[in-house]
């Protein structure tokens, strides 16, 4: 197809436009954060439900676990803030003739979390920056009545000095513990990124399902019967990752194993997969399921943590999980190109490709608690059936494995390994990618934290390009 | 001396029974503090209570049912007054209290119901569906509401053996047999 200059350039100008509306609309957000909200309404600290924050501790996971609320049924007696009735109790013996009753919380259920950064880059082609800020997020959570919570978020981040946004809503139906329906914002990975305690995410969550790029062939209009032309495409379509959040609808559960102790959690949920409005007429489907063995119970109770202190739960817990979908990606790229069909002898070559690419991902996870050391990790491996759009099937194999040291209650130390193996050209990068990052928190108050980081990379195409985070973290 | 001997029986006679009270504490567990529990003696066989002449009184004031909690003898009116500039109305839907509905009225006016019948009445206003209050119609007059620590008195209860019931808006329902005989403690623990 060919076109002259001037449409062109309107059509790469409305590219961009898009291409622009597509990446703020496209910033994921993952709803699993600290929320200050909670520390108000229960007039409690944040150390009750974090290690460092945003990490959870042993209570924190029971308290998600119930539906946002306090174990064992004694969320009506922990709660200080007195909440607003929206229907007396009674009103439930009148229905279907009166609104079911609810409450909701007695002050606006918002919390602020900020993040600065300073970022030092061994690659000399970028400067050293103070990104303040690096994000700002504002936080709402909370419970309606007995059986429905939610979650709002929306964040601003900082992007190569480009601020998007992005938001989560979620509302969560909460008949029993063992049984949650979540609509809205879904995460269908099994450790939570949003809960992480480095700027850096973990690697496997990365691992796209196809290209940011791709050279696409077009036959030449000054030589049809010649080489083909080259052209690089982009799509403007969500390039799939495990990381991000997703609209969709989740069932999940926890139950106490025995003796209160431990236990199950599940999960099973169908997604967009690529952004609120779905890039294909398939919708992705996930499940994952873990067993706690020891320590508190899932849903609270069940022996203290050993010496009672709020970052310690000794347990072992081990999970499985898996993911299938289909993502559509139309790769569209354009040249400008000798034509002698053209008055002005120039002429635009574009070219348009749509790879729908069927893919799965399954792998496993654990988390080991032993007194002030926390080691957990996650392999996955994912399997494309057609990523370039060659019907050439790729394997991806990636893990991590982390480990958290409380050193005092204020101070943690932080050693995270892991490897990502492609064997196709995703990235300019070799097969296997080698990520190391040590970090230490500094948790100056129970909601104000400092973290060093260093994100490095061990393999010999990524060496040169470590960089050194110092990240300024509150939240009120 | 036989004349003496019976003056002194029919003395005796004259005196009311031995009587005490029951008190202790309620705990309830689940909820934000131990109030608003009603402890009461349950039907006691063979005997009869007259309700009072005067009327119990619950006041619509700040948008709230005051007293929350309110337990009356079978056969007690209770008056529903307005004391908040804006309108309110009572009613209940529960069967024991004739589903009754007095209609809405303005601050300063009461409107009236007399409970004939042993009843826990949750009482509503159509107005403003956030309002709850309960009225315990009780086949005794040895009734307490408990405070937020949880604590009771029901004073002048006759020394005997009864069942003593505990009632809470929000959780469930315990009984025991007790023995009275005079300052009795019983102490209680109510959960959902």
New interface residues.
């Given amino acids: 197809m060919i076109h002259n200059p001037l449409d062109k350039m309107l059509s790469t100008r409305l590219s961009r436009t898009v291409a622009l509306l597509a990446a703020v609309a496209s910033l994921t957000a993952t709803s699993a954060s600290a929320i200050p909200v909670f520390a108000r309404k229960y007039q409690t600290t944040c150390a009750t439900c974090h290690t460092a924050f945003p990490k959870l501790n042993y209570f924190g996971k029971a308290f998600k676990n119930n539906g946002y609320r306090y174990p064992e ?2 969320d ?2 922990m ?1 200080r803030e007195k909440p ?8 439930k ?2 229905w279907p003739n ?2 079911w ?1 609810a409450n909701i919380a007695g002050s606006l259920p918002i919390g602020v979390r900020g993040v600065m950064r300073v970022n030092e880059y061994e690659n000399s082609s970028r400067n050293q920056s103070f990104e303040f800020p690096h994000e700002l997020e504002l936080l709402a959570a909370g419970t309606i009545g007995d059986t429905f919570s939610y979650f709002g978020e929306v964040e601003m981040e900082n992007e190569d000095n480009v601020t998007e946004l992005a938001t989560v809503v979620v509302l969560q139906y909460d008949p029993r513990p063992d049984f949650h329906v979540r609509i809205g914002e879904v995460s269908p990975h099994p450790i939570a990124d949003g809960l992480r305690l480095t700027a850096s995410h973990y690697n496997p969550y990365d691992v796209r399902t196809t290209p940011g790029s791709l050279n696409l062939r077009a036959t030449n209009p000054a030589n049809p019967a010649g080489p083909q032309l080259s052209i690089s495409s982009a799509s403007e379509e969500d390039r799939w990752r495990l990381r991000d959040g997703q609209a969709g609808i989740e069932l999940w559960g926890s139950r106490n194993g025995a003796g209160g102790n431990g236990g199950l959690t599940w999960a099973a949920g169908i997604a967009n997969g690529q952004g609120l409005n779905d890039a294909n007429g398939a919708k992705d489907v996930y499940a994952r399921v873990a067993y706690k063995f020891s320590g508190y119970g899932e849903l609270g109770g069940g022996a203290s943590p050993e010496g009672t202190e709020f970052w310690r739960d000794d347990s072992f817990k081990a999970g499985l999980f898996a993911y299938k979908g289909t993502s559509t990606n139309v790769f569209v790229g354009s040249t400008v190109a000798l034509d002698p069909s053209r008055p002005a002898g120039v002429g635009t070559v574009e070219v348009e490709k749509e790879i729908e690419n069927d893919f799965d991902v399954v792998g496993a996870e654990f988390d080991w608690w032993f007194k002030d050391l926390n080691v957990y990790g996650l392999y996955a491996q994912q399997s494309d059936d057609d990523p370039r759009g060659t019907g050439e099937a790729i394997d991806s194999k990636s893990w991590f494995v982390e480990g958290d040291w409380t050193i005092y209650p204020w101070l943690v130390g932080i050693l995270r390994y892991g490897q990502t193996s492609q064997d196709f050209a995703v990235r300019a990068d070799p097969d296997t990618q080698k990520f190391l990052v040590p970090a230490i928190v500094f948790v100056a108050r129970a909601n104000v934290k400092f973290t060093a980081e260093a994100q490095m990379r061990l393999d010999d195409a990524g060496k040169g390009n470590d960089v050194y985070v110092l990240a300024i973290d509150f939240g009120f | 001396m036989k004349t003496m001997t019976i003056a002194v029986l029919l003395a005796f006679a004259a005196l009311p029974l031995a009587a005490g009270d029951i008190h202790g504490k309620v705990a309830c ?4 503090n131990s109030a608003d529990a009603v402890v009461y003696v349950a039907g006691i066989a063979g005997k009869t209570f007259s309700p009072p002449a005067a009327h119990a009184q619950v006041d619509q004031k700040g948008m709230q049912f005051l007293p929350h909690v309110l337990p009356v003898l079978v056969g007690t009116t209770v008056d529903f007054l307005n004391s908040d500039a804006v309108p309110h109305n009572a009613f209940s ?1 529960e069967d024991c209290a004739a589903k009754f509905n007095l209609g809405t009225w303005p601050q300063g006016q009461s409107k009236s119901y007399t409970f004939v019948k042993e009843c826990v009445a ?1 009482v ?1 206003c159509n107005v403003h ?4 209050g309960f009225v315990l119609a009780l086949p005794t007059s040895y009734f307490a509401v408990t405070s937020a620590d949880g604590s009771y008195q029901i004073k002048d209860v006759p020394d005997g053996t009864y069942t003593v019931k505990v009632w809470h ?2 959780l469930k329902k315990v009984e025991q047999s007790l023995t009275v005989a005079g300052a009795t403690e019983a102490n209680f623990q109510v959960t ?1």
């Fill in positions: 049924g004694t009506e007696e709660t607003v009735s929206l229907g007396a109790e009674a009103y013996k009148l009166a609104l009753p | 567990k689940g909820v934000r839907p949750t509503l569906p956030e309002m709850e808006p929000k959902k």
